[in-house]
Every structure is written in structure tokens, then in C-alpha cells.
């Protein structure tokens, strides 16, 4: 008797069968379905609790780091005004040319970030898709319903002729 199954767990079963019904099947997988997803949830909110702590500590570190950085840079302008007056130039000099170094840089960063600035698209798309938001929303019957999808072709999105599309 290699395959024997047990009669004593009879829970489920329909009166007079072997086979549980339909419905207890049904509601068996849904509760282990409820189960396993109440499970991966737990699991989810560990592992993102975990990591948003080590998140948390890596941009704190980054940001003494940054602060450190920034300091170390203005020693390192002051070194060099005072390298200068090494050279023989009056302090104020020295430091006058740092200083008008520094500003040159700013001001040439400052433009580039500002051409990036200028060259970024709009997102026209969402623009469009929110334009007709309107009109999307407003209920009419099923069937007597006209829009036009729009079609993305080459990176272009392009709209169809109203009557190709019935709701």
C-alpha cells in the first residue's frame, strides 16, 4: 500500500466524496494566497527598513565628506594666495588674483548650467495628455465614444484620425 491517503483529514470535503468541493478548493487557495501575500509584505517592509537605514548613513557620511571637501578647498585658495606672496607680490595682490580666479570659474559654470538649462525639453506629451484630460474624463455611452491614440513613431507621437479609434 505504497499511495494510501489518510481518512482522517476529511475537513473541506463534501459528504460521501473523496474529492473536496469546488468552493473549499476556492477558498483554501485564497487564504493561502492572502497568506503568502501578508508574508512578502512583512518581508518587503524588513528589507526596505534595513536598507533605508544604510541609505540613511551613506548620505550622512557623503555629506561630511562634502562639508570636509569645502574646507579643505578654501585652505588649499588660501595656500595659494600665500604662494603668490611667496613670489614677491603684496598679500592683497595675492589674494586679489585668487579671489577674481575664483569668480572666472563660478561665472564660467554658471553659464554652462545655464545653456544645459536652456536646452531641456518640455515635456510636451504629458502637456498634451493633460489637455485633454477633459475630454477623456467626460462620460458618454459605450460605442458612441471617439478618440484618437496617439502613435509614437520615430520618437514622435503622432495622433490617428478620430474615426480609426471607437470607445
Do not use: C
Amino acid at each position: 500500500m505504497a499511495h494510501s491517503v489518510s481518512s482522517t483529514s476529511s475537513a473541506g470535503r463534501s459528504a460521501g466524496t473523496d474529492d473536496p468541493s469546488v468552493g473549499a478548493l476556492v477558498q483554501s487557495a485564497m487564504a493561502d494566497v492572502s497568506t503568502l501575500i501578508r508574508s512578502e509584505i512583512e518581508l518587503a517592509k524588513a528589507e526596505i527598513s534595513r536598507s533605508a537605514k544604510k541609505a540613511g548613513v551613506s548620505v550622512g557620511l557623503f555629506a561630511v565628506a562634502g562639508v570636509l571637501l569645502a574646507f579643505a578647498g578654501i585652505y588649499l585658495f588660501v595656500t595659494l594666495a600665500e604662494f603668490l606672496t611667496w613670489l614677491g607680490l603684496p598679500r592683497w595682490v595675492s589674494y586679489l588674483i585668487v579671489t577674481v580666479l575664483l569668480l572666472v570659474v563660478a561665472g564660467i559654470a554658471g553659464l554652462i548650467g545655464l545653456r544645459m538649462v536652456k536646452k531641456i525639453d518640455k515635456p510636451e506629451r504629458t502637456m498634451e495628455s493633460l489637455r485633454e484630460l477633459p475630454e477623456v474624463m467626460h462620460r458618454e455611452a459605450p460605442g458612441q465614444r471617439r478618440r484618437a491614440l496617439p502613435t509614437v513613431n520615430n520618437g514622435r507621437v503622432e495622433r490617428r484620425d478620430p474615426d480609426t479609434y471607437l470607445v
